[in-house]
T-cell receptor
């Protein structure tokens, strides 16, 4: 079956520290992968998407970066976190666009 | 550019009331999909429905129903006889066939509070 794993579930990090959130997909090949962020009380904002290994498109310029080192692995990173990076981060995948989208359980990041 | 607007930020109803959540979208694609998701307090996104742009037939699933009208670019969601468990944030979303990555574009969400 197709599943998506996202960790950690919660994270508290000091300002200026690095960040690495990982997302892995099982049961499918060559998925489109996405990172979304939901700031407190706000909607879901698309941050990055990837259609293949090493292919990353950024939707919003910011303090974050993404990488796709393997077909089913998507990593969200930051070298130095800002307070404004706090939020709920969701990873998702789809196969083309005819299929649906599957979301991970999310990571709640608090930068202090 | 694609855009989804959910004008209602918050809605409060009493149990058993019917409630409609509005969604208006913008796209230049002729082929696209529309979605509704529910986000309970736990945070995960629960898929509710997907509708493609060629299917304007309204859909009913239990207490949920959806009204898709291309003429007004709207995809509204109605909950009949609301229950406390319906309390959540509801997102409308759009994806297009021509957009690289086919990412879902979300509205800002409507927070529904159902009181007993």
């Amino acid at each position: 079956s197709q599943t998506i794993h996202q960790w950690p579930a919660t994270l508290v990090q000091p300002v200026g520290s690095p960040l690495s959130l990982e997302c892995t997909v099982e049961g499918t090949s060559n998925p489109n992968l996405y990172w979304y962020r939901q700031a407190a009380g706000r909607g879901l904002q698309l941050l990055f998407y990837s259609v293949g290994i090493g292919q990353i498109s950024s939707e919003v310029p910011q303090n974050l970066s993404a990488s796709r080192p393997q077909d089913r692995q998507f990593i969200l990173s930051s070298k130095k976190l800002l307070l404004s990076d706090s939020g709920f981060y969701l990873c998702a995948w789809s196969v083309g666009w005819l299929g649906g989208y599957t979301f991970g359980s999310g990571t709640r990041l608090t930068v202090v | 550019a694609q855009k989804v607007t959910q004008a209602q930020t918050e809605i409060s109803v009493v149990e058993k009331e019917d409630v409609t959540l509005d969604c208006v979208y913008e796209t230049r694609d002729t082929t696209y999909y529309l979605f509704w998701y529910k986000q309970p307090p736990s945070g995960e996104l629960v898929f509710l429905i997907r509708r493609n742009s060629f299917d304007e037939q309204n859909e009913i699933s239990g207490r949920y129903s959806w009204n898709f009208q291309k003429s007004t670019s709207s995809f509204n969601f109605t909950i009949t006889a609301s229950q406390v468990v319906d309390s959540a944030v509801y997102f409308c979303a759009l994806s297009g066939a021509n957009q690289a990555g086919t990412a879902l574009i979300f509205g800002k969400g409507t927070t529904l509070s159902v009181s007993s």
